[in-house]
């Protein structure tokens, strides 16, 4: 197998988490039915370029196969963070009712409606039909079109090169990162900015957060491999922001390589940090199966502790934390009883691969569980508010990542 952006051989494993369904492949009591497809779930890191990714899969196409289940909008915490940026970023860019804004991954328009309020013109790029029928709902127009070199040079045609190009937990999911990063130069205005959000593969290593990983992420990204490929591509990362949202992402500002703004000093700092932390060495990528494992243990020990002792326990999120966590641990209906989610598409579905069905929230307070695990980590704090009631019977929360904790 080789390398997604520079062809050279993969020969170093990163993880290996055995085989698992696709995280979103939820299912009906139908397919409870039927054989259930899993593809091997296992990465490995280039030592050319250092861009972690997932190997390929026989029958891909499979993976993306059913209608994706998430609503960005259904995070409160997710719907301020990108309040908070297109305002900021309309100030910063100085944007006006004559810039254009480009999403991709627009999903139900969850950001791109704060610049239809703000009167500057923009266009959503989202191939999956639910959520861009959400998104044309409430006024925002969507290309249904996967992006990259193709959708990039028919804007470019049609005069829609944009001042502002913003993806959102796009990058680590396009297949192809060298059509979509060439994309990205050729839809991009001359003295444009491109903006992406992605999980950064250096907290992803040392908050053992194994669980973010699945198949439909291809890649694990740090700003020594996302730098590479830009330049490969004629662009320029020029600035970054370290933000807490999901576990630890970065927000990189990119141009054209020719453009006159200088490159940040926080770049060339954030470039040194990665190489103290040893992501220019095989070392860290190597010693990472380890701490997954140990986590991944202690989580098991605690479930089967509570078993032993006639605890119950139910999980809150079904995320696809969630189904990473389980599936790699080999944990079914013997240890979680259900799952609570507030998406009404998740709801009276079943958790692939563990079949753990899925649960409106209210579940919770009928049947009074004695543990709460939150599988989505990232906004325990949003759970645990929302979910006081668990206190009230004597529940408690706890998450698995980085390490077992009991929250209340
Ligand atoms: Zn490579």
């Not at 590479?228 to 576990?247: C, K, Q």
């Not at 020719?258 to 000093?265: F, G, K, L, Q, Y």
Request: hydrophobic letters at 40%; aromatic letters at 10%; charged letters at 20%.
């Amino acid at each position: 197998m080789k390398c997604r952006h520079c062809h050279a051989e993969l020969k170093h494993l990163f993880l290996d988490l055995g085989h698992a369904p696709p995280s979103n492949a939820y299912l009906s009591k139908e397919d409870l039915l039927a054989p259930e497809t899993t593809f091997p779930l296992t990465l490995y890191v280039c030592d050319q370029c250092w861009l972690v990714q997932t190997e390929d899969y026989a029958e891909a196409d499979k993976l993306f196969s059913r209608d994706y289940a998430y609503f960005s909008s259904t995070s409160q915490t997710w719907l301020h963070h990108a309040a908070r940026y297109a305002e900021e970023i309309t100030k910063r860019l100085g944007l006006t009712k004559s810039s254009f804004v480009i999403e991709v991954a627009s999903n139900d328009g969850y950001l791109l409606k704060n610049f239809i309020a703000a009167g500057i013109p923009c266009l959503g790029v989202e191939p999956t039909d639910s959520t861009a029928d959400a998104a044309e709902k409430i006024g925002v127009p969507v290309l249904r079109e996967f992006f990259g070199v193709a959708t990039a040079t028919d804007l470019a045609a049609g005069g829609k090169c944009a001042d502002l190009i913003c993806g959102n937990n796009v990058y680590a999911h396009v297949p192809d990162i060298n059509d979509f990063t060439q994309g990205l130069r050729i839809a991009l205005k001359e003295g444009g900015t491109v903006n992406l959000e992605f999980p950064h593969l250096m907290r992803l290593i040392e908050q053992n957060q194994f669980d973010t990983v699945y198949h439909e992420h291809f890649s694990y990204l740090s700003l020594s491999s996302v730098s590479r490929i830009f330049a490969w591509a004629g662009l320029r990362v020029f600035n970054i922001e370290e933000l807490t949202t999901h576990g630890g992402s970065l927000r990189i500002y990119g141009c054209h390589d020719s453009d006159p703004r200088a490159t940040e000093p926080v770049v060339l700092d954030l470039l040194e940090r990665e190489k103290k932390f040893g992501l220019l060495k095989l070392n860290v990528y190597q010693e990472f199966q380890q701490k997954a494992d140990k986590v991944k243990n202690d989580f098991l020990a605690f479930l089967i502790e509570q078993k032993r002792s006639g605890k119950s326990v139910a999980a809150y999120g079904a995320a696809a934390k969630g189904n990473t966590l389980m599936n790699y641990a080999g944990i079914k209906l013997d240890l979680i009883d259900f799952v609570c989610d507030a998406a009404p598409s998740k709801q009276g579905q079943f958790m692939p691969g563990s079949h753990i069905a899925i649960l409106h929230p209210t579940e919770l307070a009928k049947r009074m569980p004695d543990w709460v695990i939150i599988f989505p980590w990232n906004i325990a704090d949003e759970v645990v508010q929302q979910q006081q009631q668990v206190l009230s019977w004597g529940g408690k929360f706890v998450i698995a990542v980085p390490e077992l904790k009991i929250l209340s």
